[in-house]
């Protein structure tokens, strides 16, 4: 849409991401000179305005006639914004408009709904400003199906059917994702069954996957690639989003009033958010995504708005350690500075780190430069062709089979055990993802019932993904010495080491405190790092006299 549409009909399809309240504008109106009492009956012109008229009467002087109350035609008006469908976009730039309800349209739009749209393409003149506001005079509105999922052809369906049953069709499929990016096979094929994501029922089917990592390791990549094959995502950084920009919040308009706003994650109600950059977001921002990831709503009560969007989201996403590169002395949460409960609420977390191998490192440096020299990808299924095939496996709906649920109870009773040396014990949480992710395996393998070969597939990549953090589920570490400190008698132990420093006031001097801790066989940066830690966290307070005080 462009000037030369200015006062044309337009038609195009959009999405609803804010909606005002509704109001009322003046259809027609009775004047009454309050000189005289001449009557004069005036319309709205097609701003919606109506002008005071004057009176004609030479012996009123032209006095200012006044509306009379009692006669005026009124209907109801509204204010919403549209945002181009993300599909449709240029550079996944969508553009946003302003658009005008009247009549028997107000209140028939609501904020996440898609719509198409017919309206006249007009421009709000102020002969006091040099530019002027654009919007659309909305003409009638319908609701906008669903788009068409791409499937692939009855002839590829029978290609595939057959491929499924040989023992490389894994590896084939792993191969067609991400191929200029060498390794990970795990990662590649955690990324693929979230693209798939399990069976929604009363519990959430969707599957969210995050990857911790050293910088240049390729992380941005997987999640642009994953990108370009889904049909409804989005892709966003956490350094450049809020609170209101990946779930709900409130903006200002031009006359200064606040309306509600949706974000990402509504907007790809049963699609995929791709963030980078997760360990960027503020605390108050990651505190939304609480909300969005496991009751899969987002909820916002303020300015007296209150509204309740579905956020049927799978997220995939991304963050870099805040040392730099991880450290290994230390846990996740230390390492990337999320809370527990958030990360709990992701079904995989894969650590990559930068590690020197020679022959590795050679093979992926040949990788690269042939990357550069080849353009052709000898791959199974080309991105397209990757696309239709995710999409035909989401038509299946995969049961659970009886010897599945005996091995998943296997699985999740050996993560019981491991836990049972910590304070925070593996959850239901840890089962539900099992489940979701052995029936995502089993419609990746195009089958109707989730088979003991699921769930043991399932398994080792759980098995992996422990290993990368250099854990063995097998010999008792367990998912939240990941998520926590690493040792809780560790907390414990500095605590009895404060208490015997305490002077007679109750004080401590953190240089005496700081040598307790290294004799008592804590490392020196390590030391130092849970003073820091304390310091941050409020757990101590300095004194007038350069003591701290305990007050957590």
Known sequence: ISAKNENCTVTFDCQIIATDFPKSYIKRALFICPLCSNEHTMDCDIDRKIAQPYCQNLSCKKAKMVIDQRSILTDDVQTILMQELMENSQNHSPVIMTGKLTGNNVRTSFVGQRKRITGLFRSEIDVKKNEN???????????????????????????????????????????????????????????????????????????????????????????????????????????????????????????????????????????????????????????????????????????????????????????????????????????????????????????????????????????????????????????????????????????????????????????????????????????????????????????????IFDVERIEKLVISMYESFGQSLTKGSIQQQIYFDKKNTKQHDAITIWNSCKDDSGNVRLMKFEVALIEAGLGDIEAKRLIDQWEKNNVIKLNEDGSYKRIG
């Not at 509105?141 to 059917?161: A, F, Q, Y």
């Not at 690639?225 to 892709?235: E, M």
Request: aromatic share 8%; with cysteine; charged share 25%.
């Open 133 to 451: 506001d654009i919007f659309i005079d909305i003409l009638s509105l319908t609701d906008l199906e669903e788009s068409d999922p791409i499937l692939p052809t009855e002839e590829e369906i029978k290609t595939i059917e057959n491929d499924v049953k040989k023992d490389d069709f894994e590896d084939k499929l792993i191969g067609s994702f991400a191929p200029n990016i060498f390794g990970y096979e795990d990662i590649k094929f955690s990324i693929l069954l979230e693209l798939v994501g399990g069976v929604r029922t009363n519990k959430r089917g969707d599957i969210n996957v995050f990857l911790v990592g050293d910088p240049s390791m390729a992380k941005s990549e997987l999640l642009k690639f994953a990108k370009t094959i889904t049909q409804r995502s989005i892709y966003t950084s956490g350094r450049g989003s809020s609170a209101a920009g990946l779930t709900i919040g409130m903006v200002k308009m031009p006359d200064g009033r606040m309306i509600a706003q949706a974000g990402v994650l509504p907007i790809c109600d049963g699609g995929f958010a791709f963030i980078d950059e997760f360990d960027k977001m503020n605390k108050d921002d990651r505190s939304s995504m609480h909300e969005a990831m496991e009751q899969q709503t987002v909820s916002i009560a303020k300015s007296g708005v209150q509204m309740t969007l579905p956020t049927r989201t799978s997220i995939l996403a991304a963050a870099n350690p805040k040392y730099g590169v991880y450290d290994s002395t230390i846990t996740l949460r230390d390492n990337i500075d999320i809370p527990a409960p958030l990360l709990s609420r992701f079904d995989l977390i894969w650590l990559i780190k930068d590690k020197v191998q020679v022959t590795e490192d050679m093979l992926k440096a040949n990788h690269i430069l042939e990357s550069f020299t080849s353009d052709k990808e000898d791959v199974y299924f080309n991105s397209k062709q990757l696309l239709a095939y995710l999409n035909y496996t989401k038509n299946f709906k995969p049961i659970l089979q009886e010897e599945a649920k005996s091995k998943l109870l296997e699985i999740y009773e050996q993560m019981r055990k491991a836990s049972a040396s910590s304070d925070m014990p593996v959850g239901t949480r840890q089962l539900e993802a099992l489940v979701r992710l052995s029936m995502a395996h089993a419609k990746l393998y195009l089958r109707e019932k989730v088979t």
